[in-house]
C-alpha cells in the first residue's frame, strides 16, 4: 500500500504569493492533519480535517487555510506568503479522528519563500 | 497552553544505552508519542503511551508518569542508523492535535 503522498516536494515563490500544497492519505485513512516544521523545531500543528469538516486549528493566522475533498485528501493554502512561512510542511494522516491511532506522515514539500 | 521540552542534542556511542528527556505541561492530555526523524525525511512512529508505566518495543522502550509531566525514551545496543532527531509529542484532550517538543538530535559514534 502506498504511505501518505505529498506534492509538490519542493517549491521556491517569492514573498507576497499564494501557494497550494496537497496531500494524499493512506487509502482508508479518514483524519488528515497539516504541519509546519521550521528547519531545527518540531513540528507545530496548523489544522486537522476529518470527513471533510475542519476539526482542529492551531495557531496560525488566516492567511492559512486548508480543506479536505470527499476522496479524503486534501489541500493547504497559504496566501501573503512571508519570508517566515519558509518551512516543511508536512501532512498526516490517520484512520480515527481520537482514540489510539498513530499518525502517518508524508515526506513534507519543502517551501522556500525569497 | 502547552509545553513541551526535552534536550536539544544527545551524543552517545554505538552499542551503549540512551536515555532522553521529555517534560511536558500541557491543558490537556490524551497521550504521549515519540518519533524519530532522519535529517530531510518525515518524522515514523516509535512509540505512544497514555497509561503510566514502560512501553517495550524491541530495542526501544518509552515510559510515562502522568502525575510529574515525564516521559523518556530508551534506546539500546544503539547502532550508527539511530543517529536522527527523536520527537516527543503530546496530543490534545480531543485527540485533535500533537504539539510537539523541538526535537532532541542524537549523534551516535563509533
Known amino acids: 500500500d502506498a504511505g501518505v503522498t505529498q506534492s509538490p516536494t519542493h517549491l521556491i515563490k517569492t514573498r507576497g504569493q499564494h501557494v497550494t500544497l496537497r496531500c494524499s492519505p493512506i487509502s482508508g485513512h479518514k483524519s488528515v492533519s497539516w504541519y509546519q516544521q521550521v528547519l531545527g523545531q518540531g513540528p507545530q500543528f496548523i489544522f486537522q480535517y476529518y470527513e471533510k469538516e475542519e476539526r482542529g486549528r492551531g495557531n496560525f493566522p488566516d492567511r492559512f487555510s486548508a480543506r479536505q475533498f470527499p476522496n479524503y485528501s486534501s489541500e493547504l493554502n497559504v496566501n501573503a506568503l512571508l519570508l517566515g512561512d519558509s518551512a516543511l510542511y508536512l501532512c498526516?494522516?490517520?484512520?480515527?479522528?481520537?482514540?489510539?491511532?498513530?499518525?502517518?506522515f508524508g515526506p513534507g514539500t519543502r517551501l522556500t519563500v525569497t | 497552553g502547552q509545553n513541551i521540552d526535552q534536550p536539544t542534542e544527545m551524543t552517545a556511542t554505538e552499542g551503549a544505552i540512551v536515555q532522553i528527556n521529555c517534560t511536558y505541561q500541557t491543558s490537556g492530555f490524551n497521550g504521549l508519542f515519540w518519533y524519530q526523524q532522519h535529517a530531510g525525511e518525515a518524522p515514523t512512529f516509535l512509540s505512544y503511551n497514555v497509561l503510566d508505566g514502560l512501553e517495550e518495543k524491541g530495542r526501544f522502550s518509552s515510559f510515562l508518569s502522568r502525575s510529574k509531566g515525564y516521559s523518556y525514551l530508551l534506546l539500546k545496543e544503539l547502532q550508527m542508523k539511530d543517529s536522527a532527531s527523536y520527537l516527543c509529542a503530546v496530543r490534545d484532550n480531543a485527540g485533535n492535535m500533537l504539539t510537539f517538543g523541538g526535537g532532541t538530535r542524537l549523534m551516535v559514534k563509533p
Open positions: 498526516a494522516s490517520s484512520l480515527v479522528r481520537t482514540g489510539y491511532n498513530e499518525q502517518y
